[in-house]
């Protein structure tokens, strides 16, 4: 579909089943459609070959419908000189060089999401592009991160957007660099062991610059036409323009765009957006409104990509607790490797920036932490910030717990806690660009991140990077954060103090079974004990309260200990820990 470029010239075909005619127009020929006419196919598809288009030629489709007479963007076009231009004709010569990148496994993902027009601006008043995010991956692999997850950069109105208003859906938004740029990103990430996660819109198109409106001049009820439903089923909170998931040509162009992304660019995953509102008109798990072609749809697509590229990751962001969007497709599921965990973090935020430690429910704090779906621990993805939780009417976590004060000794111990907690709980660790530094606010698309903070908060970059060593087990003794198993075996709601277990093989054991005390209460506990699962020794890996991550930190020393015998919290030995307020360990035995 769209324009074919090849060794003699350019293969064009497009859908406009109600289109009467239908010619190639540009430049080229002064916008004279009967010189590039299109021969009528089965179905609806328009096509022809020109062998005097090359590569680089800027286009768009003539249609005539009756009297009326239009001239579209292609649908399918991979570039376009802006949103309201035309399309070009691709050039898919690219140098992958020697890329041959291994996904890192799903259970050893950790994932930074970042907006590339923010990220890393390097020209004043304009928006990043992907040559700025490459210069910042030394940066993101040093921090341990190998994944980046890019909030959508498909062509959108204007240079500035969160990439939520898709207007070519398969085209790389010029302002970023466009596709070869793109491409450059993806192969650079690998380079540097960093895989890259795209996110796409499929709940709806638009609204602005959307030549798919109306595209062949047919409509009903005024809708959108021949991509879109033409009744109750197109009203999204975007708009009234959702896709017509029942239609074949419609479900192919979507299911051609998810794969273009893996195959074509050698993207390592898609995050797909508010898959909710594809399966329901609503957004909903209840029956109303229902959207079964939604749901099939997403299992077909999610079945091409495990039939084609298994290794890569699909990533739903449904967020009602739905286990059926990471189950199986032949257990009835949707297929989706993983999900956003909407519980997870609006629990998880709320123990943080409330202000009083006696309203921190740690039942709470111990359910989400339990929690998995289909008994998968890695079905979900968990964080305290996304570019959600940061923007309409929210603000950072620290900005949350203590507003135009962010940086104090509050915001900073609680913020930590809670990454603490994302990177030792069951799930896929995520974090969002300029947490590591505590950034403030909140997340807008006109303001870039200040990268001055890097340096004037090393200490907590410091932080994460120890937390992302022990997450992935770099350093050999903290397996079990990479495992399936979980015990929350110790609650204490009194004094805000809760325990859990990770562990990878069997029963556990040195070097694998890994033991988290977080306290999240403004009380400094000197010797607190917990029950633990063996004797021995065990060492404290992390101390969340190091003055080195920050000077305002207590720096409050908490000793390894040997287990002692005798049974408590469950467990046949125990030992006793020194607590800082707000703070977190993670301890483990030497193999």
Known sequence: MGAIPHQKGTTFRVWAPHADAAAVVGPFNDWNHESHPLDHEADGYWAADFPDLPAGTEYKFWLRNGENEFTRNDPYAREVTHSAGN???????????DDHFGMPAWNELVIYELHVGTFNRSVEGEPGTFYDVIEKLPYLRDLGINAIEVMPATEFPGSL???????????????????KAFKELVKQAHRHGIAVILDVVYNHFGPGDLDLWQFDGWTENDGGGIYFYND??????????????????????????????????????????????IRNVNGSNGPVGDLPEGWTLMRWVNEEIQARTPWKITIAE?????????????????????????????????????????????????????????????QRVIYTES?????????????????GDAASWYPKKRATLGAAIVFTAPGIPMIFQGQPTLADGYFSDDQPLDWSRHDQMGGLVQLYRDLIRLRRNLDGHTRGLTGQRTDVFHVNDQEKVIAFARWADGDGGPTDTTIVIANFADQTREAYTIGLPAPGKWTVRFNSDWQGYDHEFGNFESFDADAEEGEYDGKPWHGSFGLAPYSVLVISQEG
């Open 87 to 97: 399309s070009i004709v691709p050039d898919a010569s690219f140098d992958w060089e």
């Open 161 to 179: 957007s969160w990439g939520y208003n898709p207007a070519h859906p398969f085209a790389l938004e010029t302002a970023y660099g466009g596709p």
């Open 232 to 277: 109750w089923r197109a009203e999204t909170p975007w708009g009234h323009n959702r896709p017509d998931y029942g239609n074949p040509a419609v479900r192919n162009y979507i299911r051609d765009n998810a794969l273009m992304w893996l195959e074509d660019y050698r993207v390592d995953g898609l995050r797909c957006d508010s898959i909710s509102h």
């Open 318 to 378: 449904d967020l009602q607790g739905n286990e059926y969007i990471t189950r199986p497709t032949d257990q009835e599921g949707e297929g989706f490797a993983t999900q956003w965990d909407a519980a997870f973090v609006n629990i998880m935020r709320e123990a943080l920036v409330t202000p009083n430690d006696a309203d921190r429910s740690m039942a709470s704090i111990a359910d989400i932490i339990s929690t998995t779906y289909n008994g998968d621990a890695f």
């Open 387 to 403: 570019h959600d939780e940061v923007a309409n009417g929210k603000s950072r976590v620290p900005e949350e717990i203590m507003p």
